[in-house]
């Protein structure tokens, strides 16, 4: 199975026609804020990196798990543009931790048929980091089955603004090119997200994929990220099945 076009599941502002609202079935993109690592250490008497590596853990674990759930694209939240604001020493441990992931699954992730790719600005991550971005995005870049992007340094905002920049000297603009030139700017597309799950119990979007959740479902988990488990994550499937995406048009019971 081949994955969806880059811009393929992007709806008009205005919608579709009522007589087209689509029962929200399997969500094909699932993106997902993982939050928590840090109270899940720091409740266990451990440092924050403890957590941190727990959370690869879990990341791992739903990587394996979404093939199967009918997932063809799942975008992480590894570290937002605003996390510079922690200490240094806790942004470089991610940055190792990212470094020693990609080292040790790109090689299994090629073999499974997962595309790896790293959303957000590249110019302030160690230059080890991205080497090792490159060589891994290179290593998978045939995977059809799954399609996993890291956001890393990465703020929807920016993102944005940027593909507002590259447009401005665009000779056709439609919405469609805009979403064309966002996808150039994150580097592997601006598909529309079905499910955005964000673990650790706030309720906030904090800069992630703004663009492509206008219309997500959302899905609000009272589970710290590292306690997340591939069983949480049919859960969350099974929850989105069980609504009605109507993206502005009456509900199914409405339309008689
Ligand atoms: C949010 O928890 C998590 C981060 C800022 C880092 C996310 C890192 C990972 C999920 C691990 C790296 C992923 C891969 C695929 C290698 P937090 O620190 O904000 O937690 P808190 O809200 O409890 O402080």
């Known amino acids: ?81 605003a ?8 942004v470089h441990a991610i940055f190792g931790l990212l470094e020693n992931y990609l080292l040790g699954e790109a090689e299994h992730c090629a073999a499974e048929g997962v595309r790896l790719s790293i959303v957000g600005r590249r110019d302030r991550i160690p230059q080890a980091l991205r080497e090792v971005i490159s060589r891994s995005e290179s290593a998978t870049a045939r995977g059809e089955r799954l399609h996993v992007r890291l956001a890393v340094d990465y703020s929807a905002r920016e993102a944005i603004f940027q593909a507002a920049c590259r447009f401005y000297k665009a000779t056709e603009l439609s919405a469609e090119r805009f979403c064309e030139v966002l996808g150039e700017v994150n580097r592997s597309g601006a598909a529309e997200v079905d499910l955005l799950i964000r673990t650790g119990g706030e309720c906030r979007l904090s800069d992630f994929l703004l663009w492509e959740c206008a219309y997500a479902e959302l899905l609000f988990v009272n589970k710290r990220w ?26 199914s019971a409405e339309l008689g």
């Open 226 to 251: 590292p306690d997340f488990t591939a069983a949480d994550l049919e859960a969350a499937v099974q929850e989105f099945s069980r609504r009605e995406r109507t993206r502005g048009a009456l509900p």
């Open 83 to 90: 996390n510079w604001k922690r200490p240094a020493a806790e």
């Open 1 to 81: 199975m081949s994955l969806p076009s880059v811009v393929s599941s992007y709806v008009p502002a205005g919608g579709l026609p009522a007589t087209q609202v689509i029962p929200a079935a399997k969500p094909l993109h699932v993106a997902i804020i993982s939050d928590g690592n840090g109270r899940w250490a720091t409740s266990r008497g451990l440092p924050r990196s403890a957590g941190h590596r727990a959370g690869a853990a879990a990341a791992r674990r739903v990587i394996a798990a979404a093939p199967r759930l009918g997932i063809s694209t799942l975008t992480l939240f590894a570290l937002s543009a």
